[in-house]
């Protein structure tokens, strides 16, 4: 009789047992949360004297994620800076600084991305490659794989939220600032490149930078990630000031 059959499943046993440890390892090195987060830029604000205390504060989201609350956010961001003995105000025109977000990205990322590579695009630069943004179907399908040679499912999730904000401060003197954008139609078949420029004066100060966090844990869901992350971001822009 030929051993060919059981040399087949012999290997394939020895691979799911390989598979099934190598997943058990991650995840029990993963089974605390992890959390990291980084900005791109530095920003140095002039300290005011208490009763210039005053923000206006705007964030929005283009990352068409269902369970991000935007309102839980700047509610625990308020709350943090009226520790602070900050004073919040609708009205952007009294206010000595204005902070304005916009969430670009908050899901499921590759394991490899770090809050580090996520800010290396800077304020209004590309996201990460699609390798690092990518949904981890694939890795999720082979850990089902396995998991289910074990009776389990045991994933390592790992999370990002990204943000691009800009924070203004208002100044004595003036500022100039030159606005240039470019637009192109037509593609590769040619067409009309237009470029608009700007300039105008204002007595705001603005500072650009990307900040990103990200969360990992064993079988951590989204909403789960969503609530860590925006208290962590939260807690960051609250530190600027």
């Not at 923000?55 to 283009?62: A, E, F, G, N």
């Not at 700047?74 to 609708?90: A, G």
């Not at 300039?199 to 100060?205: A, E, G, P, S, V």
């Not at 900040?211 to 079988?219: E, P, R």
């Amino acid at each position: 009789m030929s051993q060919k059959p059981y040399l087949y499943f012999f290997f394939t046993l020895i691979f799911f047992i390989s598979g099934c440890t190598k997943t058990t390892t991650k995840a029990i090195d993963s089974r605390n949360l992890s959390t990291n987060i980084k900005m791109s830029d530095t920003i140095f604000l002039e300290p005011v004297s208490p009763n210039q205390q005053i923000i206006w504060l705007r964030i929005r989201s283009s990352a068409g994620q269902d369970e991000l609350k935007i309102s839980s956010i700047i509610e625990d961001l308020n709350n943090r800076l009226k520790n602070k003995n900050y004073i919040l105000t609708n009205n952007p025109k009294k206010a000595q600084f204005r902070l304005d977000a916009n969430i670009l990205y908050m899901d499921l990322v590759s394991e490899s991305l770090t809050a580090d590579g996520a800010v290396i695009g800077g304020f209004g630069g590309a996201l990460s490659s699609n390798e690092d943004l990518k949904s981890t179907a694939t890795a999720g399908a082979v850990g089902a794989a396995v998991g289910a040679a074990v009776g389990t499912l045991i994933r390592v999730n790992n999370y990002a939220l990204i943000i691009d904000l800009q924070v203004s401060e208002r100044i004595s003197g003036s500022v100039k600032t030159r606005i240039t954008a470019k637009s192109a139609s037509g593609g590769e078949t040619g067409g009309l490149d237009k470029v608009q420029q700007i300039d105008k004066n204002d007595n705001f100060l603005h500072h650009r930078a990307r900040l990103a966090a990200t969360a990992t844990q064993t079988n951590l869901e989204l909403t789960e990630a969503v609530d860590v992350l925006s208290k962590k971001v939260s807690s960051a822009l609250s530190g600027l000031f």
